[in-house]
């Protein structure tokens, strides 16, 4: 079965800090792997993605993340968070086909201590 | 670039309520979504649809139906609302063309049933 597991329901990290967000998956095709960013009260927004090459991938507001298809993961990582990066992340996979193939996991809340 | 705009952003119904939830969105994408958010759940798919008039059931389409008249429009309606259910609806667009399959997300409707 297809699946996105973000083992930390929730992150609490001190301003200027690094920050890594785990992310495993289980799929069984080459997936394409997202990671979005939920602010309260509003949508979801694409911070950065990964179909293939380099598996590190450079998003929005300096963050990154790296695919390693030998631990089926996609950790994302910051350098020195800031408060306003406290919101909720979604790592997400899909198929090369597109349409339904999109897997949420169920979210990391994170929440940056001034 | 494009937006997607949900209605209402606030929906109170009562216990066995018809209720229905309004997606549009100007990027001219040809695939729409609509899923449900629940607290510490992630994202779930509830239906999707291709193009105009296509509908496609997703994991959790029971107790719902959708419509997709046009391009640019799609609608969700609860057809029989559950008592004390509370939720987020997000409204999803994606275009599948080479190299971007992601997904633009609307706000979202907050769900209270009395």
């Known amino acids: 079965a297809q699946s996105v597991t973000q083992p930390d329901a929730r992150v609490t990290v001190s301003e200027g800090a690094s920050l890594q967000l785990r992310c495993k998956y289980s799929y069984s095709a080459t997936p394409y792997l997202f990671w979005y960013v939920q602010y309260p009260r509003q949508g979801l927004q694409l911070l950065l993605k990964?179909?293939?090459?380099?598996?590190v991938v450079q998003g929005v507001n300096g963050f990154e993340a790296e695919f390693s298809k030998s631990n089926s993961s996609f950790h994302l990582r910051k350098a020195s968070v800031h408060w306003s990066d406290s919101a909720v992340y979604f790592c997400a996979v899909s198929h090369n086909t597109g349409y339904q193939n999109f897997y949420f996991g169920k979210g990391t809340s994170l929440t940056v201590i001034p | 670039g494009g937006i997607i705009t949900q209605t209402p952003k606030f929906l109170i119904g009562q216990e066995g309520q018809k209720l229905t939830l309004k997606c549009q969105q100007n990027?001219?994408?040809?695939?729409m979504y609509w899923y449900r958010q629940d607290s510490g759940k992630g994202l779930r798919l509830i239906y999707y649809?291709?193009?105009?008039?296509?509908?496609q059931k997703g994991d959790l389409s029971e107790g719902y139906d959708a419509s997709r008249e046009k391009k640019s429009s799609f609608s969700l309606t609860v057809t029989s609302a559950q008592k004390n259910e509370m939720a987020v609806f997000l409204c999803?667009?994606?275009?599948?063309?080479?190299?971007?399959?992601?997904?633009?997300f609307g706000p979202g409707t907050r769900l209270t049933v009395l």
């Open positions: 990964y179909y293939s090459g380099d598996p």
């Open positions: 649809s291709i193009t105009e008039n296509d509908l």
């Open positions: 999803a667009s994606s275009i599948i063309q080479a190299l971007s399959y992601e997904q633009y």
């Open positions: 990027f001219n994408h040809d695939t």
